[in-house]
């Protein structure tokens, strides 16, 4: 048996250690294959199977190798795969770069599911060194299974709350596979299980790989709560900039030039504002969604003394738009941070003339927003005459702005479809209005192409209305290639 007291703490470090590695492998991972419900599952599944790989292979090698080196073993290499897995991640990371789940697949394989296997083999182990009587075993194996399932809450809690908005996830990973191996060598002089030059190698070998963690680099020059980001600048246009967010160019933002439109889906949207109303007329907006903040600067510069209201989820993107993409805000330009759900409910009753949609997880819009409920929450908010421009990215058959559209065919009087000529997809622009649209509200040049309602109503087809009960908006969407 073990000291009293130490089989249980092995075990909830073991495990919660699982669970640290399991969330951040989805910031390690997100820069190159995407943040979307397949990542998510992808990670989740993989780790899942290693954790019952380890279990099974676990309680068979206990059975038939001396528990205690088995235990310093597995401590020792579990700790050093985990210091592996940031530079795995960057080695491997442009080869499978991609927006596929084969992609996230193959780099969770590589960089999650060895860990996850060996780590989660300690905790048979361990039962099988406290074992001393068998008819104690219920409860030697439910205590302990306590312990490890306390661990993995332990280590969900604390990388969600704590870890990931005050550390970087490398230092994170780091310190977790460092804590692993010096658990693992003491277990090993704890009981002489093994010599002491492979003690001194192991300690070694570990710093190294650390060192290689610690210096192997990061896609992120910012790593907020729900992205990877950076700010890059344009060769071609000294006042450019351009911000990526994990593995996308979500917005473009010319510092001294506020009026010019990169993205062409930001200029059907400055062509609809442009003509809502008598031009230059100030207007009051909300915008879901701040990324770069190209179209309340817009706004601003376009129509002065403009009141816009952003709702944007990410502190540290609002800190990040205010450093380095010229954000500032006042009385014409305001931020809540928070869930735009949650805080779209805060807005008055008829008290904007102008919605923007813009919010992002990954490629598609968070499915939360883009339901009936929500529709109908903004329809609440603007005036009877105000619009809501959605922006939405689909490829292929287009399902996902589909069901969008008929989405918003069912709350909104009005609904327009600006896109691209042709079936190549890529960003489309839904207008909606509680009242008929006037003709010239879309953009009929630059490249694009305008569905009035009745076209629309025929685009939407029979694509069912998403609602909260049932809104497969990652499904629906459709990879560009």
């Not at 954790?51 to 206990?62: N, P, T």
């Not at 001294?256 to 930001?266: I, M, S, V």
């Amino acid at each position: 048996m073990l000291p009293r007291g130490l089989a249980p703490l092995i075990v909830f470090v073991a495990s919660g250690a699982v669970l640290v590695l399991e969330i951040l492998g989805v910031r390690l991972l997100a820069p190159y294959v995407g943040l979307t419900l397949e990542t998510y599952t992808t990670i989740i599944g993989v780790v899942l199977a290693g954790i019952a790989i380890g279990a099974a292979v676990g309680g068979h090698a206990a059975d038939r190798v001396p528990p205690r080196p088995l235990l310093a073993l597995l401590l020792t290499a579990g700790g050093l795969l985990a210091l592996l897995t940031v530079p795995v991640v960057r080695a491997l990371g442009e080869a499978f770069e991609g927006s596929g789940t084969a992609s996230a697949m193959a780099l969770a394989l590589f960089a999650l599911l060895p860990p996850a296997t060996v780590l989660s083999a300690v905790t048979p182990v361990v039962v099988k060194l406290e074992l001393g009587d068998l008819a104690a075993s219920g409860t030697v194996v439910g205590r302990l299974s306590g312990w490890a399932t306390a661990g993995a809450l332990a280590g969900t809690f604390a990388t969600g709350f704590v870890l990931v908005p005050l550390l970087p996830v490398r230092a994170t990973v780091i310190a977790i596979g460092s804590l692993l191996v010096i658990a693992g060598l003491v277990v090993a002089l704890l009981f002489r299980a093994l010599p002491g030059g492979i003690v001194a190698a192991v300690a070694g070998g570990a710093a190294l790989i650390a060192a290689v963690a610690a210096l192997s680099g990061s896609r992120c020059a910012t790593e907020s709560v729900y992205f990877c980001a950076n700010v890059v600048a344009d060769p071609e246009r000294p006042t450019g900039r351009t911000l990526v967010l994990d593995d996308l160019r979500h917005s473009y933002v010319d510092l001294g030039h506020p009026r010019d439109l990169e993205f062409a889906y930001t200029r059907w949207m400055g062509d609809a504002i442009d003509r809502m109303r008598t031009p230059g007329e100030p207007l009051d907006a909300v915008f879901v969604g701040g990324g770069g903040f190209t179209l309340p600067r817009y706004l601003a510069a376009t129509r002065p003394g403009s009141r816009s209201r952003v709702l944007e989820v990410d502190r540290q993107l609002v800190d990040l738009a205010r450093a380095e993409l010229g954000l500032r805000t006042g009385p014409g330009l305001r931020v809540h941070v928070g869930d735009a759900r949650v805080t779209l409910r805060g807005e008055l009753d008829a008290s904007a003339d102008l919605l923007v949609g813009d919010a992002f997880g990954g490629r598609s819009v968070p499915w939360h927003l883009a339901t009936r409920e929500f529709a109908t929450d903004v329809r609440r908010v603007l005036h009877p005459d105000g619009i809501y421009l959605l922006n939405v990215i689909d490829f292929g058959d287009l399902d996902l702005v589909r069901a969008e559209a008929a989405t918003l065919l069912d709350v909104f009087a009005d609904v327009r479809l600006v896109a691209r000529p042709g079936p190549a997809g890529g960003n489309l622009v839904l207008i909606a209005s509680a009242q008929p649209l006037p003709e010239a509200v879309a953009p009929r040049s630059r490249g694009a192409r305008t569905l009035d309602r009745a076209a629309v109503e025929r685009f939407a087809g029979d694509a069912a209305v998403l609602t909260d009960d049932d809104a497969p908006a990652d499904q629906l969407l459709t990879a560009g290639t």
